[in-house]
């Protein structure tokens, strides 16, 4: 069965820092890799797309990563900003689209 | 300007009513879909249509119906047979079939 499992569950960090997010996925076949970020109420909005010859893409202070040998994707988000406290979803397509459950992320002044 | 939309963005019924969500889109995208999202849980697929007059069984769709007679439009109906109604149900739409989905804003149902 096709699955994204992404973790952590929930995470807070102080304003500033730095965090990695995870992403495990087990679709196939495969063709991308989406990261998406949702507002709390709000609808989610796309930060990054990888390939499947893509290991790393950047959009402005978040770095996604890709290993498609261990099928691993991380999210690093650099300089944390309180703007930054959403759900970041790991979305990766079959026949349908298979979403992950999402990262909780809090940041704290 | 393009985007994707839904109305209303606050809905409130009555237990046993039904209740049609309201979602538009003129991005001309071909596929268009409904998710449910509830506290703590991921989107789960209800309902989705990848052309007009066609539409599929997401993961969730009891209790819910759908149409696709315009390419602009897919509302949702939440009937009295869904068991557990209120939740965030969000919208979306896709271009070609590598392309991102577009998310409405959202509506937040609340059955009393």
């Known amino acids: 069965k096709n699955q994204v499992e992404q973790s952590p569950q929930s995470l807070i960090i102080l304003e500033g820092k730095n965090c990695t997010l995870q992403?495990?996925?087990?679709?196939?076949?495969?063709?991308?890799l989406r990261w998406y970020k949702q507002d709390t109420g709000r609808g989610p909005v796309s930060l990054t797309i990888?390939?499947?010859?893509?290991n790393t893409k950047s959009n402005g202070r978040y770095t996604a990563t890709l290993d498609a040998d261990t099928k691993q994707s991380s999210l690093h988000i650099t300089a944390s900003q309180l703007s930054d406290s959403a759900s970041y979803i790991c979305?990766?397509?079959?026949?349908?689209?298979?979403f992950g459950k999402g990262t909780r992320l809090h940041i704290l002044p | 300007d393009g985007g994707i939309t839904q109305s209303p963005k606050y809905l409130f019924r009555k237990e046993g009513q039904n209740v049609t969500l309201s979602c538009e889109q003129n991005?001309?995208?071909?596929?268009m879909y409904w998710y449910r999202q509830d506290p703590g849980q991921g989107l789960r697929l209800i309902y989705y249509s990848q052309i007009v007059n066609d539409f599929q069984k997401g993961d969730i769709a009891e209790g819910y119906s759908v149409s696709r007679e315009k390419k602009e439009s897919f509302p949702l109906t939440v009937t009295s047979a869904q068991k557990n109604p209120t939740a965030f149900y969000l919208c979306a739409s896709k271009g070609a079939p590598a392309d991102e989905q577009f998310f409405g804003p959202g509506t937040r149902l609340t059955v009393l």
């Open positions: 991005l001309n995208h071909d596929a």
């Open positions: 990888m390939t499947f010859s893509e």
């Open positions: 979305v990766a397509p079959d026949d349908k689209i298979i």
């Open positions: 992403c495990n996925y087990t679709v196939s076949p495969f063709s991308n």
